[in-house]
Structures are given as C-alpha cells and as structure tokens.
C-alpha cells in the first residue's frame, strides 16, 4: 500500500481479526445505512504488518462495508515503522472526541494493559483523558475485571439489556450463575440503575450465604411463574422479581413491611388527607407523615382526626422497633 495516499483496499484482504479494534462492538445500523445510501465518505486509517492489513480507524465503517457486500474500501496507510503500542495511540487518538460507552472504556483498557504493555499509570495519566474521562484508579481496576466476565454478561451490557455500572457486583459470581443469569433474567425484566444495583448485590448475597447456585434458590421463589409469563411485560416482570428477591433477601425486613402497610392502610381508609411511608429499608428512625389540605377547616379537621388515631399512629413505632 501506497502510504499517505488515499487508496482502495481489497476487503475480503482484510483480516476479520482486528489487533487496533477498540470498542467492544462495531455494529452500527445507522451508519451502514447511510454508507448505503450515500457510500463511504471517509476513508480508514490502515496500516500493513506480519498479520496483513490492519485497521487504525473506521471497524465500524469496514463492518458495514462487509454487511453491504462491498469488494473494496478506501483507505489511508500509515508508516509501518511505528511499534504496536504508537498503533495503539494512533488508533486511540483517530476517535478523539468521539463517543464512548464506559464498555469500549473498558474493553480498551484492557486491550492496553494485556496486548500493548501498557502499565496502569500510563493508563491513568494518558488513555484515561483520551477516552474523555479522568484518570481515577477506581474506574481502571473495575474495567479490568469487569472484563473477566462472562462474554454474554459483557454482549447483554452492549444490548443495553444490563446496566455497565452493575456488572462490578457480578465479580464473585461462578460461571454458571453469569451465564444463568444472563440468558434467562437479563432481556426480561426492565429496572432503574438503582434497584438494578440492589437485585445483582442481593442475588450474589443469597447464593453465597445460602451456598447455592443461583437457579437452585431462584426455583424456590419460582420466578419462573412470572418471568415466562406472556401476560407481563419487562417492566412488571422487573418489579416482580425485585420484590420477590428482597423478600428472599430480608424476610424480616418484609415482615414488618407488611405489618406497617396494615397499619398505615387502616389508618388511611378512615382519613384520606395524609399518606404514612416508612423510612427507606426501614434504616432510620421514625416515619413519614403527610397531609393535603385546602383551606383552614380541612386542616383543623386533620388535626382533630389525627389526635383520635393517636394510639394507632404510635403503634408505628413498635412495629419499627
């Protein structure tokens, strides 16, 4: 290949195996269709070594090109004089300013640490920034294991199915559970970042003091019933599991949950105006009491109505002790 020249490029002469991909995946339908409809605007940054021709910059634009059934690319070559580790920062440097998913953060960190030789604080002082974040140990560390993971925790992650925040609590997790996990929960159930967090620590705490594969005890709460059901969408389906979950986590904790509700529903039925919520995992002291009132005499008729309940507001109190 002519260097620094704009040339076309056989692409069945294009080895599959990319050493200088950097994201995790490189499908994108949105750009195949617009190469589609107005074809490759761009050319790819190339390079030619002892594998064949490899690709700096545009895997993405190559996959499409490949889908598309196109015979040939156009492409930029670069000197081959510079080591595997310049390639790396060139191919880096090349999506400058580009988006990244914290999955191609990481899958790039580790492609840098174990197939370039790059140390942790070059990592820290130099990709970090280039992949538009700060150079904070925490991150680094955990894209590194998160990396260990199972390959369909990592795919159910780039479908979006998984939160990437998540997977660090995967960490412990055996194989089989990973794998469980991820082909038979991930793609039904739909949770905020949050209560996705608390399922995946919850899990893991279960099947480790109960010393039992996750599907043995899963079985036992017979998640099956609502997880297969062709009645519930993801959301339901989310918030079924979640709830059946932390029972199986806490027992306790639900068991006065359930007597709060009694309670507090008792309450509510004879004075519509205030709601009771207790405190968050039943953590701190005390409950949450509100009132709606429109004027003056709805208030004064909270307050008489409040007073006449005063026992069973106080019973409250037993029931978080």
Not at 77 to 89: G, I
Not at 167 to 195: N, V
Not at 252 to 260: C, K, P, S, V
């Amino acid at each position: 290949m002519e260097r620094n020249v704009i040339t076309k490029v056989r692409v069945c002469e294009i080895p599959v195996k990319q050493n200088y991909c950097l994201r995790y995946r490189i499908e994108d339908p949105v750009l195949q269709d617009s190469i589609q409809k107005y074809g490759l605007i761009t050319p790819v940054l190339m390079v030619r070594d002892e594998e064949g021709i490899q690709v700096l910059s545009g895997h993405r634009r190559l996959n499409a090109l490949r889908r598309l059934g196109e015979e040939s690319i156009d492409g930029i070559a670069v000197d081959p004089k510079w080591t595997k580790k310049d390639l790396f920062y060139i191919a880096l440097l090349s999506n400058w300013n580009q988006s990244w998913t914290d999955l191609d953060r990481a899958f790039c960190l580790g492609r840098a640490a174990h197939e370039f030789g790059i140390s942790k604080d070059e990592s820290l002082s130099k990709v970090l920034p280039l992949l538009g974040i700060p150079g904070e140990i925490k991150f680094y560390e955990t894209a590194l294991k998160s990396m260990t993971l199972e390959a369909c925790v990592l795919d159910r992650v780039a479908e979006q199915k998984v939160p990437y925040r998540v997977i660090r609590y995967m960490h412990p997790w055996t194989k089989e559970d990973q794998i469980l996990f991820s082909s038979e929960i991930a793609g039904k159930i739909h949770l905020s970042l949050g209560e996705f967090r608390n399922l995946v620590q919850w899990m893991g705490e279960i099947s480790r003091e109960a010393k039992s594969p996750l599907g043995d005890w899963l079985r036992e709460i017979n998640t099956d019933s609502f997880l297969e059901s062709e009645d519930l969408d993801c959301v339901h389906k989310g918030d079924r599991l979640y709830l059946s979950v932390r029972r199986k986590r806490f027992p306790n904790l639900t068991e006065q949950e359930r007597e709060f509700q009694k309670v507090a529903g008792d309450i509510h039925r004879d004075l519509r105006e205030i709601s009771l919520e207790p405190p968050q995992s039943f953590e701190e002291t005390g409950y949450v009491l509100k009132a709606r009132v429109q004027d003056r005499n709805a208030l004064d008729k909270v307050l008489k109505e409040l007073i006449t309940k005063k026992n069973k507001l106080n019973s409250l109190f037993d029931v978080l002790l």
